[in-house]
């Protein structure tokens, strides 16, 4: 339980909330009143400040003043959890029924979602700090459509396969179930199909990468959606990423000043497992390679669960005594924010504890390290 002070007077969570949701009445009083609001985990000295957002979908939510996300306790609900307002460094993601409602701008470089895109940067040629800021959200961004899709695919009882994934991220798009804010993403988003052509407003492909040809300046890529549908987009060099993305699920953001699509943002990759799983990164593929070698029944979590003690571990492994959570130590994640140092290290933090009570057994893996579990 998470209680509140407000305006001095002791507020328990069973009034600002129902369910697992905020009562909106109640905030929405709160808002317009601008009420003091002090979470009650810590003494009075130290406590930290909140307050009530109300976001552009006109719904009402509870955040932390800046630099006080860390003045809770460890153990409240509220720790780490940093101000995602429209300026701030997170952008929020909502949940308005059975909608995914993103606040982030996918072409920055216009300052609209719709208009024709221009590359620009600073005068040195570079990308302003804002730039690389959205750039940096926008994987964010395809990580939550895919987490929408694979709880419609589950919801349903379909297998997860990487066909299926992406079939399930092109339905919740074409079913207006994904809003940028309040524009639907439906007009800027596609999937290579056979049934609709790449049409000039929509700017965000989503497929395999299949072909790549190298052409002056760049590359030229061959992206393939549903039922093998392959579409071509011109690739500079500088959008390139170090990484491989052969075979890899890719977003590319491109527009129509060329006589063929272009990418105008750094391009970003995932590899998807046959399970339909989405991993991070090298060391997590090289993880699960080792843990299929040996025969492990693992499961993959793609959220924070009250299943998983309120987290989410990398891998579980069900069927040891106790169950094993894998948690791999590779590059923290700013961009997600499940993944950031600071939600990683109170994780860590609460798997020790439970792993001491001997509910689980915890593990912190890197690269090259031996598969004892």
């Known amino acids: 339980m998470s209680h509140l002070f407000v305006n001095g007077q002791l507020i328990t ?7 697992t949701d905020y009562d909106q009445t ?3 009083q709160w808002h317009e009143q601008k009420l003091r609001i002090q979470c009650a985990c810590q003494a009075y000295a130290i406590r930290a400040e909140m307050h009530v957002r109300k976001t552009p979908y006109g719904r009402y939510t509870l955040v ?9 306790t460890p153990a409240c609900p509220y720790y780490g959890e940093v101000e995602r307002s429209h300026t701030g460094e997170r952008r929020p993601v909502e949940k308005v029924g059975d909608r995914l409602v993103v ?17 620009t940067g600073n005068r040195t040629g570079g990308q302003t700090e804002e730039q690389t800021h959205r750039h940096r959200l926008f994987p964010s961004f395809i990580f939550d459509w895919y987490k929408l899709a694979v709880e419609q695919l589950q919801g349903r009882g379909k297998k997860m396969t990487p066909a299926s994934v992406l079939y399930h991220m092109w339905h919740c798009m074409s079913h207006h179930r ?7 993403f ?33 590359e030229r890529w061959g992206i393939e959606g549903m039922r093998s549908c392959l579409i071509r987009v011109l690739v500079p060099e500088s959008h390139i990423p170090r990484y491989r993305v052969d075979g890899k699920l890719v977003a590319l953001r491109v527009n129509f000043d060329y006589h063929e699509p272009r990418s105008i943002a750094p391009v970003v990759g995932w590899y998807i497992t046959e ?52 948690d791999v130590l590779d590059e923290p994640d700013e961009a997600l924010e499940d993944r950031s140092p600071q939600r990683r290290r109170k ?5 020790r504890a439970a792993a001491r009570n001997r509910v689980i057994r915890y593990v912190q893996w890197q690269s090259g390290d031996p598969v004892e579990f």
């Open 64 to 72: 932390n003043n800046p630099e006080h996300s860390d003045k809770h």
């Open 347 to 351: 994780q860590a933090e609460i798997y």
């Open 186 to 218: 439906y007009w800027f988003g596609y999937v290579p199909n056979e049934r609709f052509r790449l049409p000039k407003r929509r700017k965000v492909v989503l497929g395999w990468l299949r072909e790549r040809e190298e052409v002056i300046g760049g």
């Open 13 to 19: 969570e069973d009034v600002f909330r129902s369910g």
């Open 178 to 184: 994904i809003w940028i804010g309040t524009e639907d």
């Open 275 to 326: 399970e339909g799983w989405w991993l991070h990164s090298g060391a997590e593929r090289e993880l699960l390679m080792l843990l299929r070698e040996r025969k492990y029944t693992i499961l993959r979590p793609i959220e924070p669960s009250e299943e998983w003690l309120g987290y989410q571990p990398d891998f579980v492994l069900p069927e040891r005594s106790p169950p094993v959570y894998v």
């Open 26 to 28: 109640v905030l929405k």
């Open 103 to 119: 606040h982030i701008k996918l072409f920055p470089e216009t300052g609209t979602q719709t208009g024709k895109s221009r590359e």
